[in-house]
């Protein structure tokens, strides 16, 4: 039986472990969820009912970043698992630095950007500011060379793509004339790629009746 997912299409989080599985060409069980009513076989299961969740050999992993090693272990394609987290150490390190900033770092603005009528205390265009030293330090990196660790894509493009496309999504005209040519081609390889239109294809809330989809 393929491990289950538990997926909100939107969700960047999602998104990144869908992307992930789908270069892996690893299926998995879909369970599309609606945030403001979750299936109760995902409330049952206790403790944290946000998404993505992957349950898997009777385990659960609770974190997009947890499904995506989980991914990587249990892919047939070792050489494209390589790819995207070599085993040298300082290379590892190298990715672990991209996500946690985008994690811990820019997250926070850009919630913060999209959500700025939650956050009165300072206009939009303060939140957009903030999360543009993210946005300048990517294009700064994406000038010399075509994804963030080289020529060939890691899970560290994998991981934080989906939050440039999130934050550039927020007012679109804006980010189509702003000054970051190297980031915009970065960011359209991914969102105009064959995966991403399969990583993004509507499914249905899942209920307990339907039949099993499988994704990819």
């Given amino acids: 039986m393929p491990a289950i997912l538990y997926s909100f299409r939107r969700c960047p989080y999602a998104i990144r472990v869908r992307y992930t599985l789908a270069i892996l060409e690893l299926r998995v069980q879909l369970r599309e969820v609606v945030l403001k009513n979750k299936p109760a076989a995902l409330l049952n299961l206790g403790g944290r ?50 996500i946690g900033f985008n994690d811990h770092c820019f997250k926070p603005w850009l919630d913060r950007y999209k959500y700025a009528d939650r956050h009165p205390e300072q206009v939009q265009s303060y939140y957009r500011e903030k999360g543009e030293r993210f946005l300048k330090r990517l294009e700064q990196r994406l000038k010399h060379s075509r994804f963030l660790m080289g020529e060939k894509m890691t899970l560290a493009d994998i991981a934080v793509f989906p939050f440039i496309r999130q934050f550039a999504g927020v007012d679109l005209k804006w980010f189509e004339q702003s000054h970051y040519p190297y980031l915009k081609c970065w960011l359209n390889s991914f969102v105009e790629s064959d995966c991403f239109q399969t990583v993004m294809t509507k499914f249905p809330a899942w209920e307990e009746s339907q039949e099993v989809v499988c994704f990819p």
């Avoid at 946000?50 to 995506?68: C, H, K, M, N, W």
């Avoid at 989980?70 to 790819?83: F, P």
């Fill in 49 to 98: 009912s946000t998404v993505p969740q992957l349950l898997a050999d009777g385990q659960r992993y609770p974190e997009s970043l947890d499904i995506i090693f989980w991914s990587i272990k249990h892919t047939k394609h070792a050489d494209v698992s390589e790819q995207l987290w070599p085993e040298n150490a300082q290379q590892q390190a190298k990715i672990q630095a991209w």
